[in-house]
């Protein structure tokens, strides 16, 4: 839907739906992507209570508040649309001593943070909106790469997306400039309603959502790991690679 990468449609639709809504996917359905078995299987992430996580595209999604409550350290929420920014800080200041913060941004164009300030940059659903909109590879290709400015060498970008891997991965691979490993993963589609989420039985686009995981830092430990090895040791492993080949039937 084009209208889905306007600012004035999501302004018009947050002005008449006010209630809390996820699109895509819960929190529940995706927090187990935000664990180290996922950002980061070589090596220890820092304290959650430490870690620093940047939600674009929030909209009304309950995602940063679950993130919170997990034990995350701070999240930075941002949107587009004003209307919901006001919305959502309103129902924040409710809260007592909340680690959420909303800010109005546009993620199509240069973001207001400093390089390095996020341990990790989740994307549910924003990525599509822009696709949507005029200017769609320039602005797609921007927000990826302003993600991958705004991470620590060590962070992750976590995006929840209906498209698959002919239809997305190519904004993420650009791997001699961006120096990340990309993941991708799939997660069973539920059918969101006004209620909650219900089981689908049937969607012409696939019974699953994509999950793209970008780890930097994790290509350049790849590398470092095969230099580290001394010539005797990689002759060796080379010559294993050999041997299991040659007997693989």
């Known amino acids: 839907m084009a209208a889905y990468g306007k600012v004035e449609y999501w302004d018009e639709r947050y002005t008449t739906e006010r209630e809390t809504f996820d699109w895509y996917q819960r929190y529940s359905g995706i927090r187990h992507f935000f664990t180290e078995k996922f950002l980061s299987p070589n090596k220890p992430l820092p304290p959650l209570n430490e870690m620093r996580a940047l939600d674009i595209g929030c909209g009304t999604s309950k995602v940063s508040k679950g993130m919170v409550e997990d034990g995350f350290g701070a999240v930075t929420s941002v949107d587009f649309s004003k209307v919901?920014?006001?919305?959502?800080?309103?129902?924040?200041?409710?809260?007592?001593?909340?680690?959420?913060?909303?800010?109005?941004?546009?993620?199509?164009?240069?973001?207001?943070?400093?390089?390095?300030?996020?341990?990790?940059?989740?994307?549910?659903?924003?990525?599509d909106s822009i696709l949507c909109g005029a200017g769609s590879v320039h602005n797609a290709k921007t927000m990826i790469k302003e993600c991958n400015?705004?991470?620590?060498?060590?962070?992750?970008?976590?995006?929840?997306?209906?498209?698959?891997?002919?239809?997305?991965?190519?904004?993420?691979?650009?791997?001699?400039?961006?120096?990340?490993?990309?993941?991708?993963?799939?997660?069973?589609?539920?059918?969101?309603?006004?209620?909650?989420?219900v089981e689908e039985k049937?969607?012409?686009?696939?019974?699953?959502?994509?999950?793209?995981?970008?780890?930097?830092?994790?290509?350049?430990?790849?590398?470092?790991?095969e230099l580290s090895l001394d010539p005797a040791e990689q002759s060796s492993n080379t010559k294993l690679d050999g041997e299991k080949s040659a007997n693989t039937p």
Request: with cysteine; glycine share 6%.
């Open 84 to 127: 919901v920014i006001d919305l959502m800080s309103d129902e924040g200041k409710k809260e007592e001593n909340s680690k959420v913060k909303f800010e109005l941004m546009d993620v199509t164009k240069q973001f207001l943070f400093d390089d390095k300030s996020f341990d990790l940059v989740f994307c549910k659903g924003t990525l």
């Open 149 to 197: 400015r705004v991470l620590t060498d060590s962070g992750a970008l976590v995006v929840v997306t209906y498209g698959n891997t002919d239809m997305r991965k190519e904004y993420f691979e650009d791997e001699e400039e961006l120096g990340w490993v990309l993941d991708v993963h799939t997660i069973p589609k539920p059918k969101l309603n006004k209620i909650g989420v």
């Open 202 to 225: 049937k969607d012409p686009n696939g019974p699953n959502h994509f999950v793209y995981i970008c780890r930097k830092g994790a290509k350049q430990e790849s590398e470092q790991s």
